[in-house]
């Protein structure tokens, strides 16, 4: 299978699970939510490849500046709250870019050559993360009062096996969720 198959299967495979996940999971948003970081966080090693491939630079602060201010919208659109939604995207920014200089590291390591059939960033790859992000922060707004249940802090601990080179990254995507601000939870119906 060429690359451009193999990117052609995942970004599927990502739709596929990110319309069918939440609700296999009904009543569990904190496993919909760890799937929706790790599934943004799997759509990274392409675009490493098409950075290695263009020598792009791994960090674009120009770009990441607006594309934080435009999610960050959306997130609070979502009801979360401006400041949260802020540093929990910076977090999943900064993670994407840790795997990305990870894979830098090693290719060049290895003096690794191009890779044949990368899918396009802008055209291809940018639309999928665009999704993730959106599936991301959808989940987070329906799990954000359960992440400070014990149970929930521990669904995150482990990283996801499809992550294992990247446990640094997995960390830093996910540290940023937890919040030491109650979540607003809905008052009780007051008795007649």
């Not at 995942?10 to 999971?25: E, K």
């Not at 960090?59 to 919208?73: H, M, N, W, Y």
Request: net charge neutral.
């Amino acid at each position: 299978m060429n690359p451009l198959e193999l990117m052609t299967r995942r970004i599927a495979l990502f739709l596929l699970l990110t319309a069918w996940f939440p609700h296999a999971v009904a009543g569990d948003s904190t496993a919909a939510l760890r799937h929706a970081i790790s599934a943004r966080l799997l759509l990274m090693e392409d675009v490493a490849r098409f950075k290695w491939n263009s020598k792009l630079t791994i960090s674009d602060p120009e770009r990441e500046g607006v594309l934080l201010e435009r999610t960050t919208a959306t997130a609070v659109s979502l009801g979360l709250p401006e400041d949260y939604a802020r540093r929990v995207l910076a977090a999943q920014f900064e993670a994407s870019r840790s795997i990305q200089s990870a894979l830098f590291d090693r290719w060049g390591a290895a003096h690794h050559d191009v890779f044949a059939d990368v899918p396009d960033l802008t055209a291809v790859q940018r639309p999928a993360i665009d999704r993730a992000t959106t599936a991301l922060l959808e989940s987070l707004a329906r799990a954000r009062c359960e992440l400070d249940r014990a149970e929930a802090r521990a669904a995150f601990q482990a990283t996801p096996e499809a992550l294992a080179d990247h446990s640094f990254a997995w960390s830093i995507a996910t540290s940023a969720i937890f919040t030491t601000t109650p979540c607003p939870r809905r008052p009780l119906p007051t008795a007649r």
